[in-house]
């Protein structure tokens, strides 16, 4: 099957499986398509991407990029703005909204103008440099969601108090450390291993998961062992082991006698821990299911039968993988109650706030960083023992 053959031994007496679109344009140069930029003969056995087709998913991008921009910049606003939120746990949150910032302001304007004009329109080196902010923007999050499923594991499921220790140091350096992890394998293909190449709707561009020479097999599958698969199991474990934890116990932690002595502040704000597993678990729920189908493309693309991976089947999960962008800030102003007072104090009128009920707000520290000093942190580490 074409799909199956190396860009490296592709020859001409493979036209035959071109679309006839290609044929009729004499375009065969497996090297030159759209300013330089590599874009792999398997794609042409389909015409190219009907336009309006195009024209919907760049209208979908933009309320995307609308959404994402205001809801990341929100929340790296209040973050900045107030102190009290500045929490080492809500590190992470910072770090993921700048992560998904980052892809919005980029990668989202030139993947809007190249939907627009029905190809790529920036070269092969612009193809380099959006595949690097693309993979490192997606690392960024995946990694974060992963520090912050075992932060919390740590919390409800760990009664060493080093191990619980909330120091600010110890999470900026795990940020630094996943900023190193994911710039690494994110330049990876700009230095040989593997490379950026446009996608079947020559709109963007990402891995190149069709070349199946041993090289570039090898860099598939180690992307997907060390930049999904591992954080996906850890991210699996700790939060079904908190979910176990928690069905275990609540109904006898929030009926105990700790509890029955205990004042009804303390008493809400133990509540709230016990749900914050569930919140947080919706928020990476949703990072998978964005993902998860890039996932599965690219390994059917790499080792089963690439026929199945038409243009608009390689899209797909490209633009879904870019919604969570717009998801994520949105699941924290509902998973957050201080945010959503902190929001309100600054933009009374912001037309978010009508999706929230006042007087709901929490305590943001309890709900994502619970510590031994803290009452609801003792009740659940005397709970466990």
Known sequence: MEGNISYNEHSNKDITLYHSFWLN?????DTNV???????????????????????????????FFIGTAGNSTVIYLFARHKNLQTSANMYVANLASADLIMCLFNFPILIWASLKGQWQLGNIGCQIYGVIGAL?????????????????????????????TSKGRHAFIICGIWVYSVSWALVPVAGWGRYVLNGGRTSCCFDYLTRDSINLAFIVCLFIFCFTIQLFVILYCYTSMLV?????????????????????????????LKVARLVFIIVSAFCLSWMPFAVVTLIGAFGDSSYITPTVSIVPGLLAKISTAINPMLYAISHPKFQSKLRASCPKCPVNRLFKAGKAGDLTNMYHASMGNPSGQMLASLKS
């Open 137 to 165: 923007t997606g690392f960024m999050s995946i990694n974060t969601l992963t520090a912050m499923a075992v932060d919390r594991y740590q919390v409800i499921n760990t009664n060493n108090s080093f191990m619980q220790k």
């Open 25 to 29: 344009h004499g375009d065969y140069d």
């Open 34 to 64: 759209t300013g330089g930029a590599f874009w792999h003969p398997h794609w042409r056995k389909w015409p190219p991407i009907d336009e309006f087709a195009s024209i919907i998913a760049a209208i979908s991008m933009i309320v995307v």
């Open 245 to 273: 934890f928690i069905c275990r116990h609540e109904r006898a932690f929030l009926s105990s006698d700790l509890i029955l002595k205990t004042d009804k502040a303390t008493r809400k704000k133990i509540k709230l821990e």
